[in-house]
């Protein structure tokens, strides 16, 4: 018999994300919700008023800025382990060109 799956992130509390990639997560966030709709869409679902797995629809395949915030909460919190996940390993993320992160920044 396997043992009972305990799920085991890594411990992020001690990373705290810089004010220009707090404003890049939600630029993720984003893809991260259009990711999941066209593998969604893929896999033959369609929107629906309710979420109905024997018909294969949920309320979700809208774009990211029609979600309500719990929805998008879940793709935002995604988005912020990662980047912290990625620095907690010993990465930097740095845009090349410092103009970019206005640009990120206004696209929320």
Request: hydrophobic content about 35%.
């Amino acid at each position: 018999m396997k043992d009972r799956y305990i799920p085991k992130p890594a411990d992020l509390a001690d990373i705290e994300l810089p004010a220009e990639l707090a404003c890049l997560s939600e630029t993720i966030a984003k893809n991260v919700h259009e990711v999941w709709a066209q593998n969604r869409m893929a896999e033959g679902w369609s929107y629906g008023d309710k979420r109905d797995d024997l018909l294969k629809q949920t309320p979700c395949l809208i774009p990211y800025e029609e979600l309500p915030e719990i929805e998008k909460d879940y793709d935002r919190n995604t988005a912020i382990n990662t980047l912290k996940h990625i620095i907690k390993l010993g990465f930097e993320i740095r845009p090349k060109n410092k103009n970019i992160i206005s640009h990120v920044s206004l696209k929320k």
